[in-house]
């Protein structure tokens, strides 16, 4: 009897793991946030490091609805240095590029790189062989793969406009959570004055003509 619950829970289990992984990811976010937990790593340099992403066929496709797969474009690698403290968090407007996947993914896999500000010159030119066999060796090199979208949870499907990424370092390590983050009010303010300063623009036109052609 007992095999016969463990083989049914394990039936289901599996079961509900596929169904699961067939379903879409959310909407790629308009942006990402990355937040530091702490007042202040001056000691740290931080880097946004990316690769493109491509579909191609998959040689060994897990089941034949899945032909597919995503990989990195060996030559696509790049690296810029960002400002980020607890006190200053790093915004990245993400661009219209996607990649169509069982769903629609951001074209770039992003990563957090952070080095002892001291160790620059020596360890700058390893980022990319670190990151390329997903090793932080001494722990000299600490990385971590950064969230482009997010489910919000009160809304099943709909993703998140904003996606912060927080981050939290220490001695050994960088942790890595997740959340939906509020889109600038400045920019909705912004937009709003600008929708109404071109209704009000139209408005004064339609005038003009009207009194041109009362007086013509």
Request: hydrophobic share 35%; with cysteine.
């Amino acid at each position: 009897m007992s095999k016969v619950i463990i083989f049914s829970f394990l039936t289901v289990l599996i079961l509900a793991n596929i169904v699961r992984a067939d379903i879409p990811p959310p909407p790629v976010a308009d942006s990402i946030r990355i937040e530091l937990n702490l007042v202040s790593r001056d000691d740290y340099q931080f880097y946004l490091c990316s690769y493109k992403l491509n579909v191609v066929p998959n040689p060994n496709p897990p089941h034949p609805s899945r032909p597919n797969m995503i990989v990195t474009v060996p030559d696509s690698f790049q690296m810029k240095k960002i400002e980020l403290s607890g006190s200053n968090p790093y915004s990245e407007t993400l661009g219209s590029g996607r990649i169509q996947y069982r769903g629609s993914y951001y074209d770039k896999s992003l990563y957090l790189v952070a080095i002892k500000k001291s160790r620059v010159d020596e360890l700058e030119p390893k980022i990319k062989e670190a990151i390329d066999n997903n090793k932080s060796g001494d722990y000299s090199i600490r990385f971590v793969r950064l969230e482009t979208s997010l489910e919000i949870r009160s809304d099943e499907g709909k993703g998140a406009k904003v996606v912060v990424n927080k981050v939290s370092l220490d001695e050994k390590d960088m942790i890595l959570t997740v959340e939906e983050g509020k889109v600038s009010s400045v920019s909705g303010k912004a937009s709003n004055c600008i929708g109404l300063g071109l209704l009000f623009a139209g408005f004064a036109l339609i005038s003009g003509w009207f009194v041109k052609r009362k007086y013509n």
